[in-house]
């Protein structure tokens, strides 16, 4: 089974020449995609449009298009995205980031090799200017058990390096109507309802970070939709009250915590930085 769908959101913040060498990057990968699904996340600026159309023009039966209205935030968006991929196996991709040529290929024959997966990802590789200078790498647990004793508490897998089979997302209810945090709260639940899942050892995305990173994670927005998810995962069973209350202390540090204090825990705890 080689056969899959590319599926991204692009929103009005999104840069031109960074939407481009994502696209580009999906486009060379080792094993390409037979779709690509694009939501347009409300009214884009028309630079935006223009690489989105010059890349529809050269390739009109890869590319499909689905503008929205207004700006719906990114777990609605990717379920009507998501609607639209024709294949099983749908391959997640963030309009600023770089996919390395050889991820979709090894994540295919991760589903090749384990017929009851339903959810795979990477490790990343972050950097903030220049893509040839790695920062730190965000590393997930590879095999299911440890993915579901780190679920407990966060996310255990990067979202924009996951390939996942699109019954079963649409099976554990989709992305939702979360603005923050709503991968967690989706792979929560997949996991949970019996989905087996994996992550490659290795990272094949490079993440593109910056301050603005930092500033989102400490947002009242941010704080209150990874405690909501938390509660909602504690009132499921899906972990314990310990965990409720590492996310809820954690979270409410988090949103008074200056910003330098953050990258230092963030690298000391949550990342591998590079030498």
């Known amino acids: 089974m080689n056969e899959y769908s590319v599926l991204m959101s692009v929103y009005k913040n999104d840069k031109p020449e960074w939407l481009t060498l994502a696209i580009e990057s999906m486009l060379q990968q080792t094993i390409r995609c037979n779709q690509f699904v694009i939501v347009l996340d409300g009214p884009i600026s028309k630079e935006l449009h223009g ?17 929205l209205s207004n700006n719906v935030g990114l777990g609605r968006a990717l379920d009507v995205g998501l609607e639209k991929c024709r294949n099983e196996l749908v391959a997640r991709m963030d309009a600023d980031d770089i996919s390395l040529p050889q991820r979709c290929e090894k994540l295919l024959q ?42 407990r508490r966060r996310s255990a897998f990067n979202h924009p390096t996951v390939m ?7 099976r554990c209810g989709g992305y939702g109507s979360l ?16 989905c087996y899942a994996l992550n490659i050892p290795e990272s094949l995305l490079l993440f593109r970070s910056s301050e603005d990173n930092f500033k ?16 909602l995962n504690y009132h499921r069973k899906y972990c314990f009250f310990l965990d409720l209350a590492v996310v809820v202390v954690g979270q409410t540090l988090l949103r008074i915590m200056p910003i330098k204090i953050i990258k230092f825990l963030s690298g000391m705890l949550l990342r591998k930085r590079v030498q």
Do not use: H, W
């Open 51 to 67: 690489v989105i159309d010059y890349y529809c023009k050269k390739d009109p039966d890869l590319f499909e298009v689905i503008p």
């Open 216 to 231: 989102r994670r400490k947002s009242k927005e941010y704080v209150r939709s990874y405690i909501k998810v938390q509660k």
């Open 179 to 194: 603005r923050r945090k709503q991968d967690y709260d989706l792979f929560s639940r997949m996991i949970n309802m019996n």
């Open 164 to 170: 996942f089979k699109k019954s079963e997302v649409i």
């Open 110 to 151: 991760l589903f090749n090799d384990n017929q009851n997966l339903s959810l795979a990802g990477t490790n990343i590789d972050e950097f903030y200017n220049d893509p040839q200078k790695i920062v730190s790498s965000r590393i997930v647990p590879s095999d299911y058990d440890a993915i579901k004793k780190f679920m």
